[in-house]
Structure formats: C-alpha cells, structure tokens
C-alpha cells in the first residue's frame, strides 16, 4: 500500500441507518443524502482486494439506498454504490491472486462511487480483456439477475411477463427469452419504447398507461399462458395483471419501482388457482446457488457482452468530482445507465 494515496475521493453517506420511509428509488436532489469527500483509503484485510475504480454504475438499488430504503443499513461516512469495475492494485492474504487484475465487483466493504474500493475476493469477477469498462460496471448486478430469473421462467413454459421492460434488466431478459425460444410478454409505460422492445426479442408489449390494458393483457394471457411475472414495478396493477394471468401463475417481485402498496383483492387466487407470490434477490441467490453453477452464469455473462448480444445503454457519464451535483438531472433521461467514472 505503499506508493498508493493515503486519502481519495468518494460520494459518502450522508445518514445512518435505515429512514423508514418507501418513496422509491426517485431523487430531486443526491445532496440530500450524498457530499463529495476526501476520505482515508480503505485498506484490504484477510480474502480482500483493493480496486482502483475505472468504472461505477448507478442501479436503482442505490438510490434505494442512500434513502434508507434498501435491505441493509446506511454507515454514515461511507463511500455509497454497489457495483463497478476496476484493477486490483492491493490484495490481502489468500487474495492475492487477484492482484493486477481488471475484474468486476459487487462493493462489500466499501462502496463504489469512490477512487478506491474494498470487497471481498469472492466478489469479484476477472474481465475478458474484450469487455469494455462501461460494460464492465454493470456486468454482475442485472446481467446476474436476468440469467437467473429468466432461467427460472424457463423452467415453468413459453411465455412469461417482464414489467418496467425499458429498464436494463427489462431488456436483457427480453433478449436472453428470444435467444432460448422463449415468448417475453413486455410491459412498458411509454408506448414509443414498444418498437424498440419487440426488436429486441419482446414477442408481445402492452403499454401500461393504456385504457383497457388488464383486459388486453387477459386476452394475451388466454392465449400465451405466461406462468412468471417478472416484475420490478409491485403496484396495484401488478396484482390486477397477476390475477387475471392462469392458474399456477408466479408473480416474482425482485424490484419497488413504484411506490404504491398494492393489496390483494382475490384470496381464491392463491387458494383455489393454486397461485404464488414470491420474492427474487441475487443476494440470496448467490448465497443458495453451488460457485460451479455460478461460474457458468458468470461466463455465459460475458460470452453474451463480449459478441455484443448484451450490451449496456450508457444515458451519462458523471466523474466521482461531478456525481453530486448532476445525478438527479442525469437520472431524468431514461435511456440507460449512469456510469461514473473517477
Ligand atoms: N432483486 C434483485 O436482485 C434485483 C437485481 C437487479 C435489479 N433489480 C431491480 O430491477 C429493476 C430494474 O433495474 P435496472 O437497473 O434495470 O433499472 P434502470 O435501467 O435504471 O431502469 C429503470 C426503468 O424503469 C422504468 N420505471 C421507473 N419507475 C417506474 C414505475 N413506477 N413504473 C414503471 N416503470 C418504471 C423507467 O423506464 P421508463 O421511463 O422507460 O418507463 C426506468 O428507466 C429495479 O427495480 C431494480 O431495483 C433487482
């Protein structure tokens, strides 16, 4: 650690804990729960590695986070985001093998948007040389997420639901479904994304906004008979789609991008039709999943990135210097990621 810097640069938690709140991953303004700061490097204890950042993604589970909204609690003082990519430039004892390498890495000792990062080996993924840095930043959290839920669909039919289909995961799994000769039913909230979708491997798209849109879906329902609602929104209209869809129907909820509570309205449906209702996290994946089954997703990833079959819809560059004041106003357009940079 000699000849690395004593301090870096890093957007840091502004508050402890969780806030109890439910407003969504929306922000009007990061400072609210971010500041820019110069900061001790982290250092990398036993089965750790230090990363030079080249890359961070922003996901919506960050800005769950920073609000207080997400599944673990905030540190005050800490670095902020998940995911990114970068090299190796330190590694602690029994991680040495990774040292020098560009991999990708899921932040589990100190966040991402910062010139340095800490996490544990076991999460980090060496890069093929043939993937870029943009890439790179997004290459665990949604790619992971969409090999598996998708893999989950395909073990229960031909057609199956994905909600908020305009978002990164939405087409990865729209993509991957065409590729195993799956029927991706998409549903979107803007109807000039529709084209955009089928293009991508979607063989049908309802437009949520549209009047008449649980009857149109019943109709398709009948017809495809999807079995798994992949679904990133959770509202009411979510449960209204959810039973009108046939017997033995999954609705997975693995996203809160809205903020209404939906309630269920036909018991008989779990009852009677023999109905779930689940939850997918790729945290608990990763945990229940054997490391082979997942070194083969994790090639699979990088296969579909490297020969351009996946790729990442990049809205905005930010640096670590200009993350702050700008995310908001870079989160607004909704084409694709914000990826950091340092
Ligand atoms: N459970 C897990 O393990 C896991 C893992 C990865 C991701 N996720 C979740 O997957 C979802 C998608 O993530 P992502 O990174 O792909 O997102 P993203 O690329 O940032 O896209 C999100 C898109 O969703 C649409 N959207 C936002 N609010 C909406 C609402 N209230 N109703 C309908 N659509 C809405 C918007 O597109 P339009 O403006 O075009 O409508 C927005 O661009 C998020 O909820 C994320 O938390 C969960």
New binding site residues.
Partial sequence: MTDLPQTMFAAILKHNGYSGTAT???IENAADWLEGAEVPTPEPGPGQVLIRLRAAS????DL?FIKGEYGQPRVKGSPAGFEGCGDVVAAGKGAEALQGQRVAFVAAGSGAWAEYVVTQMQMCIPLRPDISDDDGAAQI??PM?AMAMVDMAKADGDAFVV??A???????MCSLGRDLGLKPIAL???AE?AEMLKDLGAAEVLV?TDEGIVAKFADLSAQLKPRVFLD??T?QLSEQLFCAMPNRARWIS??????EAPSLTQTGQLIFMGKRIE?????S?MMSTPPADQMRVVAEVQARFADGRWKTDVSEHLTLRNLVPNLADALKK????VIITP
Avoid at 254 to 259: A, D, E, I, P
Avoid at 279 to 283: E, R
Avoid at 334 to 337: L, R
């Fill in positions: 969504g991953p929306a922003v996901n919506p589970s769950h959290v949604n997420t909600s908020a305009t978002s990164q995961l939405g087409k990865l979107v909230r803007r994304t949520t990133a929104v509202d693995y996203g809160k991008l809205s903020t939850g997918f996290w790729l945290t994946w909704s084409d694709g990621k």
